[in-house]
């Protein structure tokens, strides 16, 4: 909660909450209109995701961990809830992936050209020939709109940015966005992929500002990441994994100059409410564990003062299953440090009443006859669907086969979101809620017959801000 604490020590305490207005498509925020909402207690305001103390955030971009500290930067524009004119790179500090310290922002609207996406990078062996003192340079890559991409880098751990004198290092400006540089350590240099006109392109580099173009890809949309991860239950078997803004996937192979896919694009978010995820790369080869952070997108809603947050952090594994190696995710351990409480009910048919606000729920339900059977959480129904094989959440559908009966659950309910992972991760399915007045009950679901609970386990959370 230190963390907390220092972000709040310059935040006034009104938690007023500003009536229904009409506004126009871009929405801009004035100083009187946030006055008094420099608070996270709003009644719609996520308490365990991230968001800035006002305005709109957007894409997952420029994450760089390095000397204990996850540096989160997105889209970001301070005045409005649309990102259109004050845009720039947001930046955010943590510890624990929990807590957060807002920073300033970083890059300009006029300057860069409204910046786009990218990523970040700590360029470990100094290739780029910036390094001066004791720390190692970080780097982030990002898109100007009119030039191409760009670096700014950072010789004190990330707290002031300089733009590079050669920008842009990789022309491109016209749809071409995005690029996403990891370290290929079998040739020991740098790897770009870049979004370009519906297929990403590959580059290499030695010191990160000339780059050399290798291949491209077709069917792909926007905000690439690459991952090099093992397969955790065949061991000694790895694959690399490609992966679009709106999530999909292939799983493959990468020799260095170009991906080669080894089954068909898959799924793991299944509806559109998540965009524009990145990975932490923990080691210069962006490796094991990989740490996944995804933009969640708002409806405009006039009301707040703030307009998007980010989906909990979660782990990034490979998992071989009966159809192929599948990509999974789960919550990040660290959940475990904001439970209050907890409560556990094993190989019942009923329920006691149970409510919550701030919950991480695990539940392995078997059916007795129920053709369709699940859980409402906050007035959401999680229900899967026997005969479609399909686990749904409101009109979202994810195919899901269980290979056992049992259907296994995992699930996180904040105060504006719901993200559902089941069956080892290997499906999710995130919703954005912003019901002022939700129902904070947890009820059993079921039709056609009886379900019976193997496990529920209810953790209570506490809020990660004061």
Not at 210 to 230: I, K, V
Not at 311 to 321: C, G, H
Not at 338 to 347: A, E, P, V
């Amino acid at each position: 909660m230190a963390v907390a604490r220092i972000l709040f020590t310059f935040f006034v305490t009104s938690c007023a909450f500003p009536q229904q207005t009409k506004y126009p498509p871009t929405v801009n925020l004035t100083p009187d209109e946030v006055a008094n909402e420099q608070n996270y207690r709003q009644p719609l305001r996520p308490q365990f995701h991230y968001t800035p103390i006002q305005g709109h955030i957007g894409d997952s971009t420029g994450l760089i961990y390095y000397r204990g500290e996850y540096h989160l930067f997105n889209i970001y524009d301070q005045w409005s809830q649309r990102r259109l004119d004050h845009k720039q790179w947001g930046h955010a500090i943590s510890t624990d992936l929990i807590h957060w310290v807002q920073m300033p922002g970083v890059l300009d609207k006029l300057i860069d050209n409204s910046p786009g996406s990218g990523s970040g990078i700590v360029d470990w062996n100094n290739s780029s020939g910036l390094r001066k003192g004791p720390e190692k340079t970080l780097l982030i890559f990002y898109t100007d709109y009119k030039r191409g991409t760009c670096i700014a880098y950072s010789r004190d751990r990330g707290r002031t940015w300089v733009r590079h004198p050669k920008n842009p290092v990789l022309a491109g400006v016209d749809d071409i966005r995005d690029p996403l540089v990891f370290w290929y350590s079998p040739a020991d240099e740098w790897r770009m992929v870049r979004y370009e006109t519906k297929g990403f392109a590959f580059y290499r580099s030695r010191d990160l500002v000339q780059w050399t173009y290798l291949s491209r890809m077709e069917g792909f949309y926007e905000c690439p990441d690459m991952l090099h991860l093992p397969v955790v239950n065949r061991p000694g078997e790895s694959r690399w994994v490609l992966v679009e803004a709106n999530g999909a996937y292939y799983v493959g192979n990468f020799d260095g100059e170009k991906f080669t896919p080894e089954a068909e694009k898959r799924r793991t978010e299944y509806n559109n409410a998540l965009y524009a995820g990145q990975a932490w790369k923990k080691t210069p080869d962006g490796g094991s564990p990989a740490y996944y952070l995804s933009w969640m997108r708002y409806p405009l809603e006039p009301r707040l003062t703030w307009n998007g947050q980010m989906s909990f952090p979660v782990e990034l594994t490979l998992r071989a299953f009966a159809d192929g190696i599948r990509m999974c995710r789960q919550p990040i351990d660290e959940i475990k440090n904001l439970r209050i409480s907890q409560d556990s009910w094993r190989n019942v048919d009923t329920l006691p009443e149970i409510k919550g606000e701030l919950l991480d729920i695990r539940a392995e339900l078997e059916p007795v006859g129920a053709t369709e059977y699940g859980l409402r959480v906050h007035g959401q129904e999680i229900r899967y669907v026997v005969a479609e094989s399909k686990l749904r959440l409101g009109t979202t559908a994810a195919p899901l086969k269980l290979a056992d009966g049992l259907l296994r659950l995992r699930i996180l309910m904040d105060r504006s979101s719901v993200e559902v992972f089941a069956d080892e991760g290997q499906v999710a399915i995130s919703d954005v809620i912003l019901t002022p007045k939700p129902d904070t009950n947890v009820n059993l679901i079921a039709s056609g017959g009886k379900v019976r609970v193997r496990l529920l386990e209810v953790n209570y959370l506490e809020s990660i801000w004061l």
